[in-house]
T-cell receptor, first 112, second 112 residues
Framework: SQQGEEDPQALSIQEGENATMNCSYKTSINNLQWYRQNSGRGLVHLILIRSNEREKHSGRLRVTLDTSKKSSSLLITASRAADTASYFCAPYSGGGADGLTFGKGTHLIIQP | DAGVTQSPTHLIKTRGQQVTLRCSPKSGHDTVSWYQQALGQGPQFIFQYYEEEERQRGNFPDRFSGHQFPNYSSELNVNALLLGDSALYLC???????????FGQGTRLTVV
């Protein structure tokens, strides 16, 4: 699988605001996944969007995928302090047997 | 369901020693992948085990080896430890063919 590149590297917003982070990748994909990691802990799967989907929602999360631009965005609405974490995208090109490849992530800080 | 469990949670070893880390996958999962995450970086794929065999490997030296048992649990072994092996080691499990991965909380390895 290929590595995604998250942007920005760090983002600090006030509680209640929306947070948007982006992911770019290089070659065609089967799906793209977003994960969250709280400080020093394991990753938590947030959402998977397939290459034939353009938008997907899960609670306060909204993910878009633009395969023509090879990019995805993750929007967190009405942010909370508990959303403070690192967020990683994992574009997946393989056939089901490949490991995931992660970039450096976006470090999101929600200020009270 | 206990999810993915890893042991130990923390470990301090001396350079040149060998270490074994353990992982029990989520119930019903048959595929286990291992990742290394250095401070400030995203997780890097080490290898994946399925049906007790290494199915895919990332860019890691032969000092890193693994094993999967008939009950799908897995071990990661690292020989001749280097200071640079200090990292958070994450185990992830999944269904074969399903790319959504469930991560454990990790083992923090410090090599001194």
């Amino acid at each position: 699988s290929q590595q995604g590149e998250e942007d920005p590297q760090a983002l600090s917003i006030q509680e209640g605001e929306n947070a948007t982070m982006n992911c770019s990748y290089k070659t065609s994909i089967n799906n793209l996944q977003w994960y969250r990691q709280n400080s020093g802990r394991g990753l938590v799967h947030l959402i998977l969007i397939r290459s034939n989907e353009r938008e997907k929602h899960s609670g306060r999360l909204r993910v878009t995928l633009d395969t023509s631009k090879k990019s995805s965005s993750l929007l967190i609405t009405a942010s909370r302090a508990a959303d403070t974490a690192s967020y990683f995208c994992a574009p997946y090109s393989g056939g089901g047997a490949d490991g995931l490849t992660f970039g450096k992530g976006t470090h999101l800080i929600i200020q009270p | 369901d206990a999810g993915v469990t890893q042991s130990p949670t923390h470990l301090i070893k001396t350079r040149g020693q060998q270490v074994t880390l353990r992982c029990s996958p989520k119930s019903g999962h048959d595929t286990v992948s291992w990742y290394q995450q250095a401070l400030g970086q995203g997780p890097q794929f080490i290898f994946q085990y399925y049906e007790e065999e290494e199915r895919q490997r990332g860019n890691f030296p032969d000092r890193f080896s693994g094993h999967q048992f008939p009950n799908y649990s897995s071990e990661l072994n690292v020989n001749a430890l280097l200071l640079g092996d200090s990292a958070l080691y994450l185990c992830a499990s999944s269904d074969d063919g399903n790319t959504e991965a469930f991560f454990g909380q990790g083992t923090r390895l410090t090599v001194v």
